[in-house]
Nanobody
């Protein structure tokens, strides 16, 4: 099992940008597919983006396409979520997650991930 620590959240105006980071420790980072999820108050946790161990396979939900991008640096055991053109509806707690079972084919389901970070708050003001 790995430990995940997110950082980079904060308060930003609509149209602004943030870059989230997730530092991973405990086992070989390159053995995992990684995902970003978010959860707004009163809503279920939802998929945002995911990346395979090599970075060759990348997926994102339709609502963030063209605005958010996921990347990873295996040498630094870190996965990133670059967020641009932020909207108030992007406000949520953002979580990174690791999937040890499918490093080549990241999935969209919350249940597919076996390790989670504590989350970082992103608030977008209008």
């Amino acid at each position: 099992q790995v430990q995940l620590v997110e950082s980079g959240g904060g308060l930003v105006q609509a149209g602004g940008s943030l870059r989230l980071s997730c530092a991973v420790s405990g086992r070989t980072f390159s053995s995992y597919a990684m995902g970003w999820f978010r959860q707004a108050p009163g809503k279920e946790r939802e998929f945002v983006a995911a990346i395979s161990w090599s970075g060759d396979a990348i997926y994102s939900t339709d609502s963030v396409k063209g605005r958010f991008s996921i990347s990873r640096e295996n040498a630094e055991n870190t996965v990133f979520l670059q967020m641009m053109s932020l909207k108030p509806e992007d406000t949520a707690v953002y979580y990174c997650a690791a999937d040890s079972k499918r490093p080549y084919h990241p999935v969209h389901d919350v249940s597919g991930y076996d390790s989670w970070g504590q989350g970082t708050q992103v608030t977008v003001s209008s």
